[in-house]
């Protein structure tokens, strides 16, 4: 334990004051601190930070503040730079304490992450800032003549608002030449004064006789006040008024209806008529409790004149006075004790909430930070706290009534992006009170999902001979995360095809996912091949899946019938080709064959054969897909010996292409028989023969 001093000069009254810090001994590094009341705004109470020996610098990440029991008001913030307690607004002890000779201010200090707390006690010291002062503007005595010297004549007490040293400390008289003071202490410390007669009074001399009364506290500098006494010379005695009592108890509940009687207090006065009748009134009272009692100057009944509010004031000290008609007084004190109802629901704070919180946390997590307090439950008694059912949130009772709100479970922004979360509090009053309070908690986007592809794969099917750049299919991925977490870009992933890099045979758009030919596609070069395409989200890092595209190319009637046989090479070398039918071939017989080939497939490779012209028509005929060219009849020694075809070659596709060619038959059974066969040259064919080559078919 250790104490240390501050001093500080307190401006306008040119005061000392005494700051001290106290570390209370086994509590956990609370403190205490003692300042005087009414320290300017932003005066400093003391280091905080030094004085629970933690490091400044972390005050701020941890939400350092300052929390005063109830709401009502502040008095004190904490500076997060410095860790100093400062004075956030004016500290009046009267109106905090009124009469309490003991006067304090309980904070706690709340830091988050982890969740601290510490207790801080700021004690309030009085400042003469309150002059004593008479109830009343004169007091009236009524003396007789032939009072003794000695006789003692009670005197009203004066009040002061302040405590303990800057309360009233004594009574002095103005000189005068019949009267001297007697001051008395009171058992509580107050002081009370009597007059003293001290040269006897001649009425026929002097009817009034007027004495000022000072009445002084203990400041430094000291405050005063005073009164003026009327002294009125008389041929009668009194008798003081006598209280029944020298102190009156009550206890009453708080929110008691307005004229509720708390108690009567009786005097009694022994003298007969005015002399007896007694009167009462208070004379010593907090403007607070002025506010809220009065009393009824006759019957000396004290009755409910404002809202009684335990959570504001537990209880009352008020000071009495019986006064009679000759102006001769006594006092007594009423202590009224306000005893709670449960009245006033819990109140639930947010003290802190992460807000929005990210999908990925763990279970567990911490966000956010509920004090609960309860106006009635003076001290901590327990308030139960719960959370609405079906959201992955709970409560964990932490210090006293604290609590922290943790997850119970992940989070998925996708499935449920926003919570509304009830809190409910309930006391544990007889008829138990309750509030609840829904705090909005938003989740916030993690890249947790990769874009999907719609399909598992795709294919694509292209009409060869199409134009470049038109295009060929188009691809979708999903992502549900949010912006650009979810923003899908499409590219191809690189690869060979036929060894060359597949960008040269298509392209994808980055945004659509619609790919494009970049170059027309042949058929007969390559019927199909493969694309991987990656879909990739915008987030750091980026997630990304793939997809095979298969891209298949369609046959288009693009080849003409390739004629193999006859041979076209007997064109190219000038030649022609030309087949023996022997003189005694039957009908049906086989002469020749037209062998022809489509590069195409399907329907557009399948080809028919036709003769178009021949030199004896109907002596030949030719198979429709077999291309066989047979004797539709008997050889006969009429028939011409040399004989032409033109055939014609035709695929099925639409449109269809088709070729011709010409062939050469020579009836005859010896190679001698050859005529001139550069007659045999058909009209149609532009060549100039020159050569001839004759094959003869066995
Ligand atoms: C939360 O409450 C508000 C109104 O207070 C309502 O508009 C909103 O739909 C609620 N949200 C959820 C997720 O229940
Ligand atoms: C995307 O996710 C990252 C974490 O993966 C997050 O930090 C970011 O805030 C998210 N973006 C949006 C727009 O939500
Ligand atoms: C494509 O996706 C598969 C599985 O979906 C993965 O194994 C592979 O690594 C991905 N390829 C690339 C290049 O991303």
Redesign the pocket.
Same mark, same amino acid.
């Given at each position: 334990m250790w104490t240390g001093f501050w001093i500080c000069s307190f401006s306008t009254k040119l005061l000392f004051f005494t700051i001290s810090v106290v570390r209370l001994p086994g509590s956990n590094g609370d403190l205490s601190y003692t300042i005087p009341e009414e320290m300017k705004r932003g005066a400093v109470v003391g280091n905080i930070a030094k004085d629970l020996g933690m490091d400044s610098r972390g005050l701020l990440s941890r939400k350092a503040r300052l929390d005063l029991k109830g709401t009502r008001k502040r008095f004190c913030d904490i500076n997060v730079q410095s860790g100093e307690a400062v004075i956030a607004e004016r500290i009046d002890r009267e109106e905090l304490c009124s009469s309490k000779v003991s006067c304090s201010l309980k904070y706690e200090l709340v830091l988050e992450e982890p969740l601290e707390l510490h207790q801080i006690l700021v004690q309030i010291q009085d400042v003469n800032d309150n002059s004593p002062r008479f109830s009343s503007d004169e007091i009236k005595l009524e003396i007789h003549e032939s009072a003794v010297r000695g006789t003692r004549f009670p005197l009203k007490e004066a009040h002061d608002l302040d405590v303990g040293r800057n309360g009233i400390q004594g009574y002095s008289l103005e000189k005068n030449e019949h009267f001297t003071l007697a001051v008395h202490s009171n058992a509580d410390g107050g002081k009370r004064s009597e007059l003293v007669l001290d040269k006897e009074l001649d009425r026929e001399q002097e009817q009034e006789v007027t004495l000022l009364l000072t009445a002084t506290d203990g400041g430094t500098p000291p405050r005063s006040g005073t009164v003026p006494i009327h002294v009125t010379v008389l041929d009668a005695n009194d008798n003081l008024p006598v209280f029944s009592q020298s102190v009156y108890k009550a206890s009453l509940p708080e929110n008691s209806p307005l004229g509720t009687v708390v108690l009567t207090i009786s005097a009694t006065d022994a003298d007969e008529g005015a002399n007896g009748e007694v009167t009462y009134e208070f004379s010593r009272i907090s403007d607070r409790a002025a506010r809220l009692f009065t009393i009824d100057k006759i019957s000396g009944e004290v009755k409910v004149s404002g809202p009684i509010d335990f959570e504001d004031e537990t209880e009352y000290e008020i000071g009495v006075q019986a006064s009679d008609a000759s102006g001769l007084a006594s006092n007594a004190k009423i202590f009224i004790e306000i005893t709670d109802v449960n009245d006033n629901a819990p109140v639930i704070f947010l003290k802190s909430l992460k807000n929005p919180v990210?999908e %990925?946390m763990s279970p567990g997590t911490e966000i956010g930070i509920i004090n609960v307090q309860d106006e009635d439950s003076e001290g901590d008694r327990p308030v139960r706290c719960t959370i609405q059912p079906n959201v992955p949130f709970k409560l964990n009772p932490s210090i006293r009534n604290y609590f922290s709100l943790v997850t119970t479970s992940e989070l998925d922004r996708e499935q449920i992006s926003d919570y509304n979360i009830t809190i409910t509090a309930t006391d544990d009053g007889v008829t138990p009170l309750s509030s609840s309070k829904t705090i909005k908690l938003s989740v916030?986007?993690?890249?947790?999902n990769p874009p999907v592809f719609k399909h598992q794969s795709y294919s694509a099917y292209v009409t060869e001979n199409n134009k470049p750049g038109s295009s060929v299919c188009s691809v979708t991925a999903r992502d549900p995360?949010?912006?650009? %977490?979810g923003t899908v870009f499409y590219s191809l992933l690189p690869s060979e095809v036929n060894g060359v890099p597949v960008s040269s045979y298509v392209s994808i758009n980055g945004d659509t996912g619609v790919i494009h030919a970049v170059r027309a596609f042949d058929y007969e070069q390559f019927r199909s091949f493969k694309v991987q395409v990656v879909a990739r989200d915008n987030?750091?890092?980026p997630l990304s899946s793939n997809v095979t595209v298969s891209v298949f190319i369609t046959d288009e009637n693009d080849n003409s019938p390739q004629i193999l046989y006859p041979t076209p090479e007997g064109l190219r070398t000038n030649s022609f080709m030309t087949e023996m039918v022997p003189k005694a071939a039957l009908s049906g017989s086989l002469v020749s064959k037209v062998i022809a080939v489509d590069a195409d497939s399907g329907q557009n490779a399948w080809l028919s054969y036709q003769i178009v012209k021949s030199t004896d028509p109907g002596l030949f005929t030719i198979g429709l897909h077999s291309g066989e060219i047979r004797a539709q009849r008997d050889i006969s020694e009429s028939d011409s010996m040399k004989q032409n075809l033109v055939i014609s070659v035709k695929d099925n596709g639409q449109p269809s292409l088709s070729t011709t060619c010409a062939v050469y038959l020579l009836i005859s059974d010896n190679l001698a028989e050859v005529p001139e066969l550069k007659d045999m040259s058909y009209e149609e064919s532009n060549s100039k023969l020159t050569s001839y080559l004759i094959i003869a078919l066995v």
């Open positions: 990210p %990925n916030s986007d993690v890249n947790d995360d949010w912006r650009q %977490n987030g750091s890092p």
